[in-house]
Nanobody, 114 residues
Framework: QVQLVESGGGLVQPGGSLSLSCTASRSFRWNWMSWFRQPPGKERELVAQLVNTGARNYAPSVEGRFTISSNIRENALGLQMTGLKPEDTAMYYC?????????WGPGTQVTVSS
């Protein structure tokens, strides 16, 4: 079993930046890792994906503003968010696909408001 824990959420003003981190309880071989978010009253949506080949995919709404990265040494996944907008307000979740297993973190809240 692998536990994922997100950190770095908080309150930020529009146009601001925030960095999220997802730390795994141990090293493991993943196929891809992703960040999802769920705005209030809406469905969970994919924000960014990092494949173990190095390929990165982003939702159109965050392309050019968000950057997904990994730190293998620290068993961590990051999400650098810039140019934040009120519509980025959501609970952000870390996800990992490892073989036939799916792992989710409990989430971290990001609120963009003046």
């Amino acid at each position: 079993q692998v536990q994922l824990v997100e950190s770095g959420g908080g309150l930020v003003q529009p146009g601001g930046s925030l960095s999220l981190s997802c730390t795994a309880s141990r090293s493991f071989r993943w196929n891809w890792m992703s960040w999802f978010r769920q705005p209030p009253g809406k469905e969970r949506e994919l924000v960014a994906q990092l494949v173990n080949t190095g390929a990165r995919n982003y939702a159109p709404s965050v392309e050019g503003r968000f950057t997904i990265s990994s730190n293998i040494r620290e068993n961590a996944l990051g999400l650098q968010m810039t140019g934040l907008k009120p519509e980025d307000t959501a609970m952000y979740y870390c996800y990992a696909k490892a073989g036939g297993d799916d792992y989710w973190g409990p989430g971290t809240q990001v609120t963009v408001s003046s």
